[in-house]
């Protein structure tokens, strides 16, 4: 079995790097779908179960429980319990022994015994935004200091959450088998390079 795991700077290019890397590779592609297993296995709507694992329980706001408000207390509880639940999904995955691209979600460190090809996908902060905007929809929209700060917010708090499940620091360098810069790249023509990189490492390992 193979796995790759992709973490990725937000707005760099690592989402689609991912699901392109599926397409050539043939393997597995989770990303979003870790979230509706997540929600599926709680009982819960995905897009709570999405605020809840992207906000971490840092931040208090209203939710819907269904079609129930949720108190405080449940919020502050619900975050971590909801990170320990996808923490079992990505192992349910891997599990499956089937070769997969897992995108984000720390499944570097939580598959560690798997012995994962690790890449980490990073890119200027022009590069970055120029790439938010292009396909961002019309009610997405924000201006570029708005942009670099929700970077930041969001990097952020993808560090905290390594931080807590492992006690790593995020985007350190000796943590991932290979760093990938997109900022001067299409992603179409960058992900066959990465691919070869991926099957030659594996050569190595098997």
């Known amino acids: 079995m193979k796995i790759i795991t992709i973490s990725r700077e937000f707005g760099s290019g690592g989402r689609e790097l991912g699901k392109r890397l599926a397409d050539i590779m043939s393997f597995d592609y989770y990303d979003s779908e ?17 605020g ?3 906000n971490h329980g840092w931040r208090n706001f209203p939710i819907t429980f269904r079609s129930t408000i949720g108190s405080a207390t449940y919020m502050q509880t619900s975050g971590v319990t909801l990170l320990l639940e996808q923490k079992r999904v990505i192992e349910d995955i891997a599990a499956l022994g089937k070769d997969c691209i897992i995108v984000g979600r720390n499944a570097d ?3 560690k015994k798997y ?3 690790n890449t980490f996908v990073c890119a200027v902060v022009e590069a970055k935004v120029k790439r938010c905007m292009e396909r961002a929809s019309e009610s997405e929209q924000l201006t570029e200091k708005a942009l670099v700060q929700r970077m930041k917010e969001i990097d952020k708090i993808r560090s905290r959450t390594r931080e807590i499940l492992s006690g790593a620091e995020w985007g350190r360098r000796d943590a991932y088998h290979l760093i990938i810069n997109t900022s001067d790249w299409d992603i179409k023509d960058l992900a066959p390079a990465v691919a070869d990189f991926a099957i030659s490492w594996f050569g190595r390992k098997s």
Request: hydrophobic letters at 45%; charged letters at 20%; glycine letters at 4%.
């Open 115 to 117: 012995n994962p090809f």
């Open 52 to 54: 809840r694992l992207h």
């Open 34 to 50: 870790i979230i509706s297993a997540v929600a599926e296995k709680s009982g819960l709507d995905p897009n709570y179960v999405e």
């Open 109 to 111: 460190v939580i598959l």
